[in-house]
């Protein structure tokens, strides 16, 4: 199987351990998440997000920001977007290549996708190429969440 998480879709983003710079999944995970919070928060902004951080934006997870954002922060909710808009960039372009059915998301993000679900299809249908031509994929996030790989890989699938 291919290494979709590293694609690059911004050549000047941040470092990935893989060595290049901008893969899709320095922004399309539970740290790409992080990443981005710490970045707004550095910019003095996710006030309520650094407080459950212990006050250091350098500290600031992905946790963090959801729940802050479940509990509507709205500094948090921009963050959740920024993210969202990058989960579907990678989505559309997927679906370009590929035109699948449906997408399952997993991983630990899965806990919150009561937060992430939304914004991800508005942005996805805005970014995908000529939506109204075609059969709008399904966006779902596993049953199992942060555990659906583990459990996959025990039973062999």
């Known amino acids: 199987a291919g290494e979709f998480g590293h694609r690059v ?6 470092p990935c351990p893989c060595g290049r710079r901008g893969c899709w999944e320095r922004y399309a995970s ?12 550095t910019g003095h ?14 500290a600031v997870r992905g946790e963090h920001v959801q729940a802050a954002a479940s509990r509507g922060d709205d500094e948090a909710l921009a ?15 997927l679906t370009n290549a590929f035109d699948p059915e449906l997408f399952v998301l997993d991983g630990g993000l899965a806990a919150g996708a009561e937060l992430f679900l939304d914004p991800i299809e508005r942005w996805y ?33």
């Open 9 to 14: 879709i911004d050549p000047s983003g941040p």
């Open 30 to 41: 539970g740290s790409g998440l992080a990443l981005l919070a710490r970045e707004a928060a």
């Open 45 to 58: 902004r996710l006030h309520e997000v650094v407080r459950r951080a212990g006050g250091d934006p350098q």
């Open 79 to 93: 963050v959740i977007d920024d993210f969202a808009r990058w989960v579907a960039l990678g989505l559309a372009n």
């Open 125 to 157: 249908r805005e970014l995908l190429y000529q939506p109204e031509l075609r059969q709008i994929p399904q966006i779902e996030f596993a049953a199992l969440g942060p555990l659906a790989g583990a459990v996959g890989a025990a039973i062999g699938v």
